[in-house]
């Protein structure tokens, strides 16, 4: 259940890190890049078996992208598991990295994309992509038309129509605030690492209460959602335990 009464901090870190992101380039190459970025920003659920991150595949992808220019769309649809795995120091046989490729593959035959002047049409768009369309939360088609809006590539005015962008992080986030409260079968399934799978009754109750609990509270702290997002994104990163596992292209 959600306690929208706990006190949580309503404040923290927003915006895009221009040390650990390509911002500094041209605009159509920088969007390029958010583009490409978002169009793997998936996989947490098989990170640990990796033992990598989502810093740790961001770094790889910037630096790709100051040496040699982010991948243009005929690349993309050229670019296989070897090449990504080259890129993102992975291994080419694991399924995380077929996916990556094949979402970027997706990309390619995408682009080019008008990224137009609203952020709610642009995240329409992306839904075009079988990666993207994540019914009912369409968690990466709203943080990539946000990520556009923050790299500054474009200014959407109806930036604070998006939700927040709901995957196993902000729920995490959430519970170790005091906000949602899970019952003892969820908290043991969770706490012991079992994987709910991507579209189940619990993996989809614990994103939609989370986008139902942050609107509550974007609406106390009287900023859109996704600034609220990133804050409580940010601060997950260095709360103890652990988030659901789930194995899905949608976040």
């Not at 595949?57 to 040699?68: G, I, M, S, V």
């Not at 196993?168 to 899970?182: A, F, I, K, T």
Request: aromatic share 8%.
């Amino acid at each position: 259940h959600i306690d929208e009464s706990a006190e949580i901090e309503l404040g923290g870190i927003a915006g895009l890190d221009a040390q650990l992101h390509f911002l500094e380039g041209a605009p159509e190459d920088v969007a390029r890049y958010v583009l490409i970025l978002d169009a793997i920003n998936f996989g947490s659920g098989w990170f640990e078996e990796l033992g990598t991150s989502t810093d740790a595949l961001t770094a790889r992808l910037t630096a790709q992208a100051r040496a040699e220019g982010p991948w243009t769309a005929a690349q993309l649809r050229a670019l296989d598991a070897r090449a990504v795995a080259d890129t993102l120091a992975l291994p080419a046989e694991h399924r995380l990295t077929q996916l990556y490729a094949e979402a970027l593959n997706q990309l390619g035959a995408f682009l080019p994309v008008e990224l137009g002047d609203s952020a709610e049409a642009m995240a329409e768009r992306l839904t075009a992509m079988p990666f993207f369309a994540d019914h009912g939360f369409y968690k990466r088609a709203q943080i990539t038309a946000n990520d556009l809006h923050l790299a500054g590539v474009v200014h959407y005015p109806d930036i604070a129509r998006l939700t927040v962008f709901a995957d196993n992080l902000l729920p995490h986030v959430l519970r170790m605030e005091g906000v949602l409260h899970y019952d003892d079968e969820l908290s043991s399934l969770i706490d012991a690492g079992v994987e709910l799978p991507a579209g189940s009754l619990y993996e989809r109750e614990l994103r939609a209460c989370a986008v139902h609990a942050c609107e509550r509270l974007a609406r106390r702290a009287g900023v859109p959602e996704a600034t609220l997002d990133n804050w409580l994104w940010n601060r997950g990163r260095d709360l103890p335990g652990r988030p659901h596992i789930t194995r899905t292209v949608f976040y």
